[in-house]
């Protein structure tokens, strides 16, 4: 399964990005999704996520300026990023996972640069 990323770059503080993940094969079928980033020297740290049991849930850093979604219909999941600081300069990753009943399978992007800077 590839799982696609898209919609990083460069933007000022204050400003705005939405990423999205596409993987064709769990069109419709999420169990549970989530974003986490990698700043340089740092740990990857969870974003945001929906969990296998439906809560969303959010890192104290972007709460409030985060929103984490999923459209069935597109097969995509997004992470919408609102007031966007320095420091969320990061890699951005996508996590999918699957429940195929015998297994679970982890599905992650190749991860998308996202640069907030003057």
């Known amino acids: 399964v590839e799982v696609v990323e898209s919609g990083g770059g460069l933007v000022q503080p204050g400003g705005s990005l939405r990423l999205s993940c596409f993987a064709s094969e769990l069109h419709g079928t999420i169990s549970a999704m989530a974003w986490f980033r990698q700043a340089p020297g740092k740990q990857r740290e969870l974003v945001a996520e929906?969990?296998?049991?439906?809560?969303?849930e959010y890192a104290d850093s972007v709460r409030g300026r985060a929103t984490i979604s999923e459209d069935e219909h597109e097969g995509t999941v997004s992470l919408q990023m609102n007031n966007l600081k320095p420091e969320d300069t990061a890699v951005y990753y996508c996590?999918?996972?699957?429940?195929?009943?015998?297994?679970?399978?982890?599905?992650w992007g190749q991860g998308t640069q996202v640069t907030v800077s003057s």
């Open positions: 996590n999918i996972q699957r429940d195929w009943g015998d297994y679970v399978g982890d599905y």
């Open positions: 929906r969990t296998w049991g439906g809560q969303i």
